[in-house]
């Protein structure tokens, strides 16, 4: 079974996609300069450093911060992305939000006091059956498996919801 994901790759010349990057059914996200850590994991990494102060400071459980975003922001994403969502927002109301300066980004520190309390205490995650959350007597090839199962139904639904529900053409706007 194949492991759920986009393929990356840098834009081919010409922009066609070639049906070689799609062996395995993924959509291929293409980038028009290499970046370090490509767009989602780099956007992974901005969410992770505000989830961890959000874990250190004690704003937020590891249940309240992953329910927040599976049953909020995960859904949004997933049926718009963060730019689509940006319009039906409004850009104007965009616009005052980047203008706002009530958030300040965490500090890159290296390190999660959460984190290693976690790893000294030997909550290791899924492979040795606690981390953040605790799995109890499930081993990991069955969480994994269920883990990849979930991501392969969602991402039929996700392709389902664009074909029948669809929120206009997209159109590539680049920015500066």
Known sequence: MPR????????????????????????PVLVDRFTPGYVANRLQAAMTLEIT????????????????????????MATMGALMKADFTGLDMTRRSLSNKMYTPPEVKGYSETLEGLIADGKMGVMNGSGYFDYGDMKPDELF???????????????????????????TRRGG
């Not at 070639?18 to 993924?26: C, E, T, V, W």
């Not at 102060?53 to 859904?75: C, F, P, Q, T, V």
């Not at 139904?153 to 929120?167: C, D, M, S």
């Open 145 to 171: 498996r269920n883990r990849d199962s979930g991501l392969l139904k969602l991402k039929a639904a996700v392709e389902t919801v664009e074909t029948e529900t669809p929120l206009g053409k997209r159109v």
């Open 53 to 76: 102060r959000m874990l250190d400071e004690g704003w937020a459980s590891a249940e309240a911060i992953d329910d927040s975003i599976k049953y909020s922001l995960a859904l949004r």
């Open 4 to 27: 759920p994901g986009a393929r990356i790759s840098l834009r081919p010349p010409g922009g066609k996609t070639p049906a070689s990057y799609r062996p395995d059914g993924k959509k």
